[in-house]
Structures are given as C-alpha cells and as structure tokens.
C-alpha cells in the first residue's frame, strides 16, 4: 500500500539552528501539508501546499517556517531559527484531492527535539 | 473558532463494545474522519463520513449527523491493540482540505 515517508525519524537541534525535515508524499497525490503535534496535545495544521505554492497556512506557520517542492518526488519543511517551543512530532501528509472522500494520509513523523 | 469536542479517556473491557463520541460546530462542516493513533505514531485513517448514517468496516463504524454536529466512532470485539488515541478530525469548507482535531479520546482496553 502507498504510503508517506519522512526523514529524519528523530532530530536533536541546538536552538538557533536550521532544522529540514524531508517528505515523500505518495506518488499520485497532488495536494501536501505539514501537521505538528507536541507531546501530549493535539494535532495542529502548519500548511497545505497544492501547485507549487502555498494554498493556506495557520498562525503557528510564521516567517521562521517555508515550505518546498525541490522536484518531482520530496516536500520539505524549513525551520531557519529553531526555539525551544518548535520542539515537537512534525507529521507531513498528503491526500489526492480536496474533494469529498480525498482522504488525508500521514507519514510516521519527524521528532524534533530543539536543546 | 472550530471546537472539536471529544472525551479525554475512556477505558473498556476486552470483547466488548466502545463507544467515542464527537461533536463539533456545525458551520462550514464538510467532512469528519477518525484516526487511530499509537503513542509516538502517525495517525492512521479509520473512517470517513460526510453524509448523515452509518458506514461499517468491519469492527469499526462510524456515525454521523450533520444537524446535531455529532459523530460516534463504534469499535466492537475489543481488542488488547485497540488500546490508543481516537482522533475526531472536522473538515471545513472554505479551507484547503485542512483538518481540525480534536484532542483525542485516550482508549485502554483492559482484559
């Protein structure tokens, strides 16, 4: 069965760092988003990405955070200056369409932890 | 803003049947899914409604009703790996498929 990939499975930063993490949504699907969820809350939207741009983003997803499409296959999400509070699992997603039934399908996640 | 309220913890016995309730605001609804998610899991796609009824797959359906903002998650047969978090999950038109959980329902299934 298809599914999304994500690399790295864990990351340890220092705050200040630059922190990517790496997503391979599945194959057909045509409409990407980064989730993120610290320990013990819920799961929060960060972006969707139809396009090669940016379709809507939330209010956590501010000017520290961007998104790209580098080729046909990875979704990549950027943090230039990580703080502490960016400490979280990051969960890239994708769904084929944003029609009725367009199930959105998650990635294992990305654990950030920001030191 | 777009609550998604569902209960914190529930605990059942194995064998048995558990129910999970949702409510949420009913304007703008487009669509409500249910995951499962194991601690330090992605979540994983359960179900999907988005008209008013029943849909089964096999131990697990789901309810839904569009007037009433409610929506139930029904596991039967409980089983020991049912132990895990029950995310309530609102689409909302207007957005980009954006999904709004809830905060999860914390299932233990105990022998």
């Known amino acids: 069965e298809p599914e999304v990939t994500q690399t790295p499975s864990h990351q340890v930063t220092q705050m200040g760092q630059e922190v990517i993490l790496r997503c391979v949504p599945i194959s057909n699907h045509l409409y990407f988003y980064w989730y993120r969820q610290i320990l013990g809350q819920k799961v929060e939207f960060l972006v969707s990405f139809y396009n090669n741009e940016i379709s809507e983003k939330s209010e956590i997803f501010d000017d520290q955070f961007s998104v790209e499409r580098p080729d046909g296959s990875n979704f990549t999400l950027k943090i230039r200056s990580t703080k502490l509070e960016d400490s979280a699992m990051y969960f890239c997603?994708?769904?084929?369409?944003?029609?009725?039934?367009?199930?959105?399908?998650f990635g294992e996640g990305s654990w950030l932890t920001v030191v | 803003g777009q609550n998604i309220d569902q209960p914190t913890e529930m605990t059942a016995t194995e064998g048995a049947i558990v129910q999970i309730n949702c409510t949420y605001q009913t304007s703008g609804f487009n669509g409500l899914f249910w995951y499962q998610q194991h601690a330090g899991e992605a979540p994983t796609f359960l179900s999907y409604n988005v008209l008013d009824g029943l849909e089964e797959k096999g131990r697990f359906s789901s309810f839904l009703s569009r007037s009433k903002g409610y929506s139930y998650l029904l596991l039967k047969e409980l089983q020991m790996k049912d132990s895990a978090s029950y995310l309530c999950a609102v689409r909302f038109s207007g957005g980009y498929n954006k999904l709004i959980f809830g905060a999860g329902t914390r299932l233990a299934v105990h022998p």
């Open positions: 997603a994708s769904s084929g369409g944003t029609g009725r039934g367009n199930t959105i399908y």
